[in-house]
């Protein structure tokens, strides 16, 4: 069986192996095993400096992990070129500006590069596919604006935009909701979840993974240190362990999903806090 071959389990989804990434010698994702079900949205959790972006690149190919290995539906991401690879996966990163003088039209049609050889221009079809997806995410009014003059929160629906018109299998979103307003961010991942394609999505808002995701990855330190369903990796347990933060979980009374409800901590706290805050920052053995 030849390394790209279907195995079972990893068939179905996005399958990560042992995956590490390290700099200057110092290990940030040290590891990592997790499973995202072909469909699902996996929300990636975990407090600042956890290893969700450097996760997420590793994943997405944008760096080359020291180890392991991603899967998706069965072929290693490793093993394709890099065109290929675009039409498998796209991904919608923090702080993913440009500074060049060109539409917003513009900027969703790159979503179609991938498709197209370098002389080729935007067919109607390129067009007509970057439209409805610049209508999903309510920005389609703003087709013909200078991509420069947008808000942050319009460039990151129009990122989703970009990335929905590359008709990926796979979608890997960095904080996709950290510009949005509530209305907004709702309605983003409503959208996202409407697409039905395989997610990994890296979220604070733990309310909003809790209300979204299908499976939850929690990372402390650059390791898993939960993974699940909703329900059960979000306890009051967790949250003490890994955010330092205490919360009563209910129900949400229409979804069913877990509904955190954060106490503000005691002045008092606040020193016993930022020394356990430091003593947090270590650097993994
Ligand atoms: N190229 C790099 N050089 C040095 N340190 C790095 C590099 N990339 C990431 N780090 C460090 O690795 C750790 C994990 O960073 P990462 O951006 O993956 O965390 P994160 O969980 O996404 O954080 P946040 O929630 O704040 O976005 C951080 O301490 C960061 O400073």
Not at 88 to 98: E, I, K
Not at 112 to 122: E, I, K, M, V
Not at 250 to 260: D, I, Q, S, V
Not at 264 to 269: I, L, W
Request: aromatic share 2%.
């Amino acid at each position: 069986m030849s390394d790209t071959t279907v195995t079972a389990a990893a068939a179905d989804g996005l399958t990560a192996r042992d995956l590490s990434w390290s700099v200057k010698g110092t290990v940030i994702v040290d590891g990592i095993h997790m499973h995202g079900g072909r469909g699902e949205i996996t929300g990636l959790l975990g407090p600042n400096g956890s290893g969700k972006t450097t996760l997420l690149r590793a994943i997405a190919r944008l760096s080359k992990p020291d180890r392991g290995v991603v899967h998706l539906g069965g072929t290693d991401l490793a093993t394709l070129r890099r065109r290929d690879l675009a039409r498998q996966l796209a991904v919608v990163q923090q702080h993913a500006g440009t500074d060049l003088d060109v539409t917003v039209l513009d900027v969703v049609l790159l979503g179609r590069t991938p498709y197209r050889s370098a002389l080729q221009g935007d067919s109607e079809q390129d067009r007509a596919l970057a439209l409805d997806a610049l209508q999903q995410v309510d920005m389609v009014e703003f087709a013909t604006r200078k991509w420069a003059t947008l808000s942050g929160g319009e460039q990151q629906r129009v990122h989703l935009a970009r990335a929905l018109t590359q008709q990926p299998e796979l979608l890997v979103l960095d904080e996709p909701t950290n510009h949005l307003d509530i209305a907004h961010a709702l309605s983003l991942l409503a959208l996202v979840r409407h697409a039905g394609l395989t997610t990994i999505a890296a979220l604070h808002d733990l309310n909003l993974a809790a209300m979204f995701c299908d499976h939850l990855v929690v990372l402390q330190r650059g390791r898993v240190v939960a993974s699940g369903a909703p329900h059960d990796v979000l306890t009051p347990q967790l949250l003490r362990e890994v955010y330092d933060v205490e919360a009563d979980i209910g129900t949400h009374p229409r979804t069913g999903r877990p509904l955190l409800t954060f106490h503000p901590p005691e002045p008092a706290d606040s020193a016993a806090r930022r020394a356990r805050q430091a003593a947090r920052q270590g650097v993994i053995a």
